[in-house]
T-cell receptor
């Protein structure tokens, strides 16, 4: 019963480098999300997907890209890393067929851009 | 301005004591309010979910209350344990089908339980 799995757990990038944060869920949830969490702030939505092949921007999408080729996977791509992208990134999934459903979060990826 | 404000920012309590965390929100219309527990280095885990028609919900030693008229919620921790040390996050949804991620997150209250 893995839930939502994120890799890597930690990463240090140099300015201008690129990387992909991986996220996979095994609950057959249609909806998946990427959030970032900065110190002293609430989670902010970066991108979300309501199903395979469908993605849309959240509150803070600049500097990121996503794809959703399968129900299980929802990778987040950083093309040109900037210090402002230093943060903890959380992937989540849900199946909102009713009010009051829950979100399942991964354990996070701590990214530092230097 | 953040639509979900939590207080206090942090608190330290002795093991075995009770504590109450506060959440005020301005999200409107209101659909549901959730409390999450986030251990250090982990993702948030759901504690309770309340819709506008519910004014209290319990999960073990955690009891959440909701006053939709005053737009306030509280999370009460009874007989605290060392494992309760974590950040507690209030999350408010303004639509019934918030599948598209329109959740508003509070910054959290950091709770430290000491022996």
């Amino acid at each position: 019963n893995a839930g939502v799995t994120q890799t890597p757990k930690f990463r240090i990038l140099k300015i201008g480098q690129s990387m992909t944060l991986q996220c996979a869920q095994d609950m057959n949830h249609n909806y998946m999300y990427w959030y970032r969490q900065d110190p002293g702030m609430g989670l902010k939505l970066i991108y979300y997907s309501v199903g395979a092949g469908i993605t849309d921007k959240g509150e803070v999408p600049n500097g990121y890209n996503v794809s959703r080729s399968t129900t299980e996977d929802f990778p987040l791509r950083l093309e040109l890393a900037a210090p402002s992208q230093t943060s903890v990134y959380f992937c989540a999934s849900s199946q909102p067929d009713r009010v009051g459903y829950g979100y399942t979060f991964g354990s996070g990826t701590r990214l530092t851009v230097v | 301005k953040n639509q979900v404000e939590q207080s206090p920012q942090s608190l330290i309590i002795l093991e075995g004591k009770n504590c109450t965390l506060q959440c005020n929100y301005t999200v409107s219309p209101f659909s549901n309010l959730r409390w999450y527990k986030q251990d250090t280095g982990r993702g948030p885990v759901s504690l309770t979910i309340m819709t506008f028609s519910e004014n209290t919900k319990s999960n073990g030693r955690y009891t959440a209350t909701l006053d939709a008229d005053t737009k306030q919620s509280s999370l009460h921790i009874t007989a605290s344990q060392l494992s309760d040390s974590a950040s507690y996050i209030c999350v408010v949804s303004g639509v019934a089908t918030d599948s598209w991620g329109k959740l508003q997150f509070g910054a959290g209250t950091q709770v430290v339980v000491t022996p």
